[in-house]
């Protein structure tokens, strides 16, 4: 799944690709990964102004203690 990912996300960076890369790094053991990834994915959905995807990450930066 990693690999799959990086390889959809590699021309455009999105902040739902970001996002899953997020979770699929959390489940691979991978926490730093995992935290940069949703606060990259934090990041491009403020700029889209996607509300969901801002909540969804700011909930798993939370969960992870890495909300700055």
């Given amino acids: 799944a990693a690999d799959f990912i990086a390889k ?3 021309k455009e960076e999105r902040f ?3 996002t899953w890369k997020a979770r ?3 489940k691979a053991g991978k926490p730093q ?3 940069a990834a ?4 934090l990041a491009l959905a403020e700029k889209a ?4 995807y ?3 990450n700011k909930d798993l930066l939370t969960k992870w203690n890495a909300l700055n």
């Fill in 54 to 56: 801002i909540k969804i």
């Fill in 38 to 41: 949703s606060k990259k994915a």
């Fill in 24 to 26: 699929i790094m959390e």
């Fill in 49 to 52: 102004e996607n509300g969901d």
């Fill in 16 to 18: 739902w690709m970001q």
């Fill in 8 to 10: 959809a996300d590699h």
């Fill in 33 to 35: 990964e995992a935290i």
